[in-house]
């Protein structure tokens, strides 16, 4: 079991920075693939970035490449999503998702329903 608390959604303006944490409780965290995702009312979930367990290999959406770093702490069972560049379209909920008992250490998951574990999301508005 995992469970997953994010912090440090906020308001900010185009072209600023905020960094996203998301804290895990559970064993499985550091052996667990993090993604993040994001959702406005009436879109569908969307991927952001993915990193393995060991932190080793990243993945992410063409969107944001180049602009966010995911990253993790698996010391101190936390994941991360540094954004830079913050543009408008970058307004949404941001969650963090965990997926767990992986064994390939190239897997991918893109989608909502390959992650089992959820938080409850921090809100991101970029403003002009």
């Known amino acids: 079991q995992v469970q997953l608390v994010e912090s440090g959604g906020g308001l900010v303006q185009a072209g600023d920075s905020l960094r996203l944490s998301c804290a895990a409780s559970g064993r499985t965290f550091s052996s667990s693939f993090m993604g993040w995702f994001r959702q406005i009312p009436g879109k569908e979930r969307e991927f952001v970035a993915q990193i393995s367990w060991s932190g080793g290999s990243t993945y992410y959406a063409d969107s944001v490449k180049g602009r966010f770093t995911i990253s993790r702490d698996n010391a101190k069972n936390t994941g991360y999503l540094q954004m830079n560049s913050l543009k408008l379209e970058d307004t949404a909920v941001y969650y963090c998702?965990?997926?767990?008992?992986?064994?390939?250490?190239?897997?991918?998951?893109?989608?909502?329903?390959?992650?089992?574990?959820w938080g409850q999301g921090t809100q991101v508005t970029v403003s002009s």
């Open positions: 998702a965990c997926a767990a008992r992986i064994s390939l250490p190239d897997w991918v998951g893109t989608r909502p329903n390959q992650y089992g574990y």
